[in-house]
């Protein structure tokens, strides 16, 4: 399995990204999916997590600003992040895994090759 992601870049405070991850060689919807992010000088931090019976976001921070979807069709998974603010910055990485969902990022197997967010005005 590879994970290509795209999307992301600045945005200013209050505005919106996507951000998508497409899978090649297997097929996503038998994984895991997990979206983690991390700042500079920071761990890597879970911020969400789509397998095929669950959706949940870990960070608290971004409960009810950030959305995690599947489309199948497309084998792609994407992070719909809203209201964005200036601590969301760091660099975003999908990653798949066998499920369930969990938090520690050693669940996981593959992973994507990061994506910068900036947050400023």
């Known amino acids: 399995l590879q994970l290509v992601q795209s999307g992301g870049g600045l945005v200013q405070p209050g505005g919106s990204l996507r951000l998508s991850c497409a899978g090649s060689?297997?097929?996503?919807?038998?994984?895991?999916i997990a979206w983690f992010r991390q700042a500079p000088g920071e761990e890597r931090e879970a911020v969400s997590c789509?397998?095929?019976?669950?959706?949940?976001n870990y960070a608290d921070s971004v409960k009810g600003r950030f959305t995690t979807s599947r489309d199948d069709a497309k084998n792609t998974v994407y992070l719909q992040m809203n209201s964005l603010k200036p601590e969301d910055t760091a660099v975003y990485y999908c990653?798949?895994?066998?499920?369930?969902?969990?938090?520690?990022?050693?669940?996981?197997?593959?992973w994507g090759q990061g994506t910068q967010v900036t947050v400023s005005s």
């Open positions: 789509i397998s095929s019976t669950v959706t949940r």
């Open positions: 060689g297997s097929t996503l919807d038998s994984y895991a």
């Open positions: 990653a798949a895994g066998p499920p369930p969902c969990i938090v520690s990022p050693y669940g996981y197997d593959f």
